[in-house]
């Protein structure tokens, strides 16, 4: 209920910059994981040919559905979690990640999950909390972590850029950030994209899906 109000102040002092320039680049067959209340939804543009927003949140999804009937009446709205999309293999050109992976329960299953759905070549675009490279900083996430945990359900100190790398994932374009109005702990942050190399492909996913926590788009 007041997702919304809490992240008004980040909107205004730049997170609404990062997303307008990361969405920018989406285009085709869109799928955006996590989607939360619907921040992205008036961003994408004309080159987007089909919209699919996941979110697995029960009350996310009601507000999720009465921004898309305002903002995007032609967005198809699934509640699933991240680490257990519904969708065939190969379905879309991009997937679009806005501060998801720092609350999936499941990171490494989420990124494969995503490397399924994409098609060959597919791009990921993100926008995420990362761990920070300076070790001093990085320890003081560790030691905080506990605190955004019970907030937001967030882990602000993954290693979220190796993690998608490890995934199978080609990261081509990398930019680090400072995310805007938030205590320091929380401040380290990435905004990119990565190909899915033509000949990877994440092999079959059998583990128990495990129910998202998500940080909300």
């Not at 198809?76 to 293999?89: I, N, S, Y």
Request: charged share 25%; with cysteine.
């Amino acid at each position: 209920m007041t997702y919304d109000r809490m992240m008004a102040k980040a909107e205004r002092q730049g997170l609404s910059d990062l997303r307008r320039r990361l969405i920018a680049e989406a285009g085709g067959r869109v799928l955006e994981i996590g989607g939360g209340t619907g921040a992205n939804l008036a961003l994408y543009g004309e080159r987007v040919e089909l919209l699919t927003v996941t979110e697995p949140e029960p009350a996310m999804v009601r507000r999720l559905e009465r921004h898309v009937a305002e903002r995007a009446p032609r967005t198809t709205v699934l509640r699933a979690p991240a680490e257990d999309l519904p969708f065939e293999d190969d379905s879309f050109d991009v997937v679009v990640s806005t501060l998801v992976l720092c609350g999936v329960s499941d990171q490494q299953r989420a990124l494969r999950q995503l490397g399924r759905v994409l098609r060959p070549g597919g791009r990921l675009l993100f926008l995420e909390h990362m761990r920070s490279e300076d070790p001093k900083l990085a320890r003081h996430q560790d030691r905080m972590n506990w605190l955004n945990r019970l907030v937001v359900c967030c882990e602000c100190n993954r290693p979220t850029l190796d993690s998608i790398r490890a995934a199978g994932f080609v990261v081509d374009h990398v930019e680090r950030q400072v995310f805007p109005a938030s205590p320091s702990f929380v401040g380290p942050a990435v905004l990119g994209s990565a190909t899915l190399a033509a000949a990877t492909r994440p092999g079959p996913d059998t583990a128990t899906a495990v129910p998202q926590r998500s940080a909300g788009g």
